[in-house]
């Protein structure tokens, strides 16, 4: 499965913005999916994921309330909507794919495919 995410870009504190990752290759309604970030010097983290029902949500406390994550399988893409944009949201947001049947949304090594990146910063 090939990832592309975009949508990334510079935005005000207290802006939006939405990320989208496309998939291909792939059957997409089979893959959870999730949105993580990295900031210069930190681990990266999970932002937030979905179940490849669409039934299931995962969000990091950071950001519940402000982002929201979401799938259109007719179009093989995911979702980030962010509220509220805040300084500390700034890294670069990477999408990833997760092929088994098990859904352990923070785990980072249970997914198998990622895309390049797109960087979010917000200024204050």
């Known amino acids: 499965v090939q990832l592309q995410a975009f949508g990334g870009g510079l935005v005000q504190a207290g802006g939006s913005l939405r990320l989208s990752c496309a998939a291909s290759?792939?059957?997409?309604?089979?893959?959870?999916m999730g949105w993580f970030r990295q900031a210069p010097g930190k681990n990266r983290e999970i932002v937030a994921a979905i179940s490849r029902s669409g039934r299931r949500t995962h969000y990091a406390d950071s950001v519940k309330g402000r982002f929201t994550i979401s799938r259109d399988d007719a179009k093989s893409t995911v979702y980030l909507q962010m509220i509220s944009l805040k300084p500390e949201d700034t890294a670069t947001y990477y999408c990833?794919?997760?092929?088994?049947?098990?859904?352990?949304?923070?785990?980072?090594?249970?997914?198998?495919?990622w895309g390049q990146g797109t960087q979010v910063t917000v200024s204050s």
């Open positions: 990833a794919a997760d092929y088994s049947s098990r859904w352990n949304p923070d785990v980072i090594s249970d997914y198998d495919s």
């Open positions: 290759g792939g059957i997409f309604s089979r893959l959870g």
